[in-house]
Structure formats: C-alpha cells, structure tokens
DNA sequence: AAGACGATATACT
DNA sequence: GTATATCGTCTTG
C-alpha cells in the first residue's frame, strides 16, 4: 500500500542486492525502474546508461581522497540514493553499493521515461523529444524532480518517495561498455554500462584531454 | 580566507 | 566543432 493508487507490476529491489561491487551493481541496474513520487505526480524511468565508481582505488571516484560531508552517502548502506549538485546549475543522482563502510555508486546516466511523461515534460520544457527527456544525467535527475533533499534516501524503502524496481531483464549480452563520460582519468577502465537506446548519452571525453587541441600548437 | 575546478547542458560559430 | 554560465566543494595559504 506503499504507492498511492498505483501499485508496480514490478517488485522493489532490495539492499542486499546493490551491496554487490558497483561494476556489477551497474550491470544490474540496466533496464530496472526508478519511480519518483512527489505532490506534482509520479514520474517512471527505465534506466538505459549507468557508470560504475568505486572507492580509493578509483581516481575518477569523489570518495578517492576519503570521506567528506558531500560524499558520505557513498559510505553509507547500499541501496540509498547519492544526489551531488555540479557546474553550478545541475544535480546528477547515483545508487549506493558496497556495503556500510565501503564507498561504491552507480551514476545514473540515460533513461527513457515509461511513466508519467507528461510530467517529465513539464520538469525539462527544453527537450526536443521524449528520447531527450532522461538523455544525460542531469536530465534524468530533472526529470525525476530530485535535488538537494533527495540525497540519502533508501531507494529500497517501499515508503519512500523514490523506489528502485526490477524491470524486465537485460541479457548479459545487450550490454555494451566503455570508458566513463567527462571524466580525464582512468579512462583505462570501461566501467561506463549501456543498453541499445535514443537516451544514452553521447561520449564525451575528458576535460583536460579534450580542451588541448585548440589551444596547444 | 581565497582560488581552482568540475561524473554538465546549452547556445553559438 | 567550442565557449561559457555558475556555485558548491575541496585544496591551499
């Protein structure tokens, strides 16, 4: 009875499941619901493209130099929603993983909106199409209306304002990987997840890497 | 106390 | 393709 009038046909996942590594939790997470309730309305997104972030070990991680007041859902208990506010103007959501203690997340990146367009709509007046709408993480989180308040909440609370829901499986084999989006370090590594979709975001490189070519020679 | 720099989006040449 | 808005957070003095 936790979600007014509208039951899901899809059940909520629970904590032990996302406290797994975030590169499997990221792979988990592919094709599963985000579902965000508010006074405006209820908004649905099925997740389409996810980066994985982990720890210490992780130079692109913003837990890599310990913990901080911004950062500490991250060491917190899985399952839990990390909402970080960026470039002066955006917020950009992430699901907790690993275990209480262990900094891991899985940064939302491309959705398509399954549920409550209408609002979605209103939320990013801007988009162009309805592929645009959850295109880019500070969309997605747009769309979904989180900001400040939201961080820390237990996705995985049938009570909470934001729940996380299995959706219909994703074979092992429609995933697609690559390096993360923006990020100039460890680009060794493709802990960026997607599925075949107009809402993944284009790839961007880093910073750094990417602002030389003008400007150098 | 001050300065640098983004896990970006958008507008513009 | 690149230029830039805009401000919280972290690093350094």
Not at 51 to 68: Q, V
């Amino acid at each position: 009875m936790s979600v007014a009038g509208n039951p899901s046909l899809f059940r909520q996942l629970s904590r032990a499941e996302l406290a797994v590594d975030p590169i499997d939790a990221a792979k988990l997470l592919l094709g599963c619901h985000l579902e965000s309730t508010s006074d405006a309305g209820t908004v649905r997104i099925r997740l389409v493209e996810v980066e994985a972030y982990r720890g210490g070990d992780d130079p692109a991680s913003h837990c890599y130099r310990g913990k901080t007041s911004r950062n500490e859902v991250m060491f917190g208990p899985a399952g839990h929603l990390y909402v970080y506010f960026v470039y002066g103007m955006h917020f950009c959501a992430n699901v907790v993983s690993l275990t209480d203690g262990v900094p891991g997340a899985v940064l939302l990146r491309g959705a398509e909106v399954v549920d409550g367009v209408e609002l979605a709509r209103s939320r990013r007046p801007a988009a162009r199409s309805d592929a645009e709408l959850a295109k880019g993480p500070a969309r997605l989180t747009g769309v979904l209306g989180l900001e400040r308040g939201h961080n820390g909440v237990d996705l995985t609370d049938p009570d909470s304002p934001v729940r996380l829901l299995a959706g219909d499986p994703v074979p092992e084999s429609a995933i697609r990987t690559g390096p993360r989006v923006g990020v100039a370090v460890a680009m060794d590594v493709p802990w960026r997840f997607w599925v075949d979709s107009p809402s993944v975001s284009t790839y961007r490189r880093g910073g750094k890497a990417s602002r030389r070519s003008t400007t150098s020679r």
